[in-house]
């Protein structure tokens, strides 16, 4: 067994135990444990982790904790310049591709919308998000930290946000896409990439006076739903009008 001193910071601190917040503990762990290990059985997933110094040095999620180690935690794009230092993972989380867990439909309809390709059934079982998100590289939506503790899951995002628009919002801000933001580009039933369709294509699928005042329709060549600003647009530009504002543009 091996006691050492943890420390964790920011937003992680709402994982821990209240006595353990937003100060230094002692913490014995188990022979042979690594820090991942370590951190996960203090109740903080790993997916919430961005950088791990153990005694001052980074190290990463296999480091062996050793008796008397002081260990910090530091959460991901935490205000901190850790630039110069090494990271707990070694190729980027930049991966703007998500699996959204199965009570997160209307952030997954969302980021759909928002034009970011996002699997989600409200039927899926958490074993087949993390094979579909180790096997495609996606990102995964939960706010269930058992699910991102799951020893296959790479890359995950914790959400803290309860109402789905303060949920978009918090991913957005959190991984930085509110440039990549590419509104209605992809079906929010479906997920598919929308196409762009002709004004004539448009009035065999549309009301006429609709084919007539507007200019931008896509379709969705799965569900052959079509897309308009009139029609999801509108009811949505409130979302949009924030995302904009975020993005300086
Ligand atoms: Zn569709």
């Not at 109740?43 to 008796?67: C, K, M, W």
């Not at 959460?75 to 998500?98: H, I, K, M, S, Y």
């Not at 899926?124 to 939960?142: K, M, N, P, T, Y």
């Not at 918090?170 to 002709?198: G, K, M, W, Y």
């Amino acid at each position: 067994m091996a006691v050492a001193e943890f420390r964790f910071y920011e937003e992680l601190n709402d994982f821990l135990a209240p006595e353990r917040r937003k100060r230094a503990f002692e913490h014995a762990c188990a022979r042979r444990a690594t820090v991942k290990n370590a951190i996960e059985s203090l109740g903080v997933p790993h997916t919430e982790v961005e950088l791990i110094l153990a005694n001052r040095q980074s190290v990463d999620f296999s480091y062996i904790v050793r008796d008397g180690d002081h260990i910090s935690v530091y959460p991901q794009f935490e205000a901190l310049d850790v630039t110069p230092l090494l990271r707990v993972r070694g190729r980027p989380l930049r991966n703007t591709c998500f699996i959204a867990d199965s009570h997160l439909g209307a952030l997954a309809k969302y980021l759909r919308i928002l034009g970011f390709d996002t699997l989600y059934r409200n039927d899926f079982s958490d074993r087949e998000v993390v094979e579909i998100a180790a096997a495609e590289r996606r990102v995964i939506l939960s706010r269930d930290r058992g699910l991102l503790m799951h020893r296959a899951v790479t890359h995950g995002c914790f959400v803290r946000a309860v109402r789905p628009l303060a949920q978009i919002e918090e991913v957005l801000d959190r991984l930085d896409l509110h440039r990549a933001v590419q509104p209605f580009t992809r079906c929010l039933l479906c997920n598919q990439p929308l196409e762009v369709i002709s004004r004539e294509e448009a009035s065999r699928r549309v009301p006429p006076e609709t084919a007539q005042y507007y200019d931008d329709f896509r379709a969705c060549r799965t569900c052959n739903r079509t897309y308009w600003p009139g029609s999801h647009y509108r009811r949505l530009s409130a979302l949009l009008h924030r995302t904009a504002n975020h993005s300086g543009t």
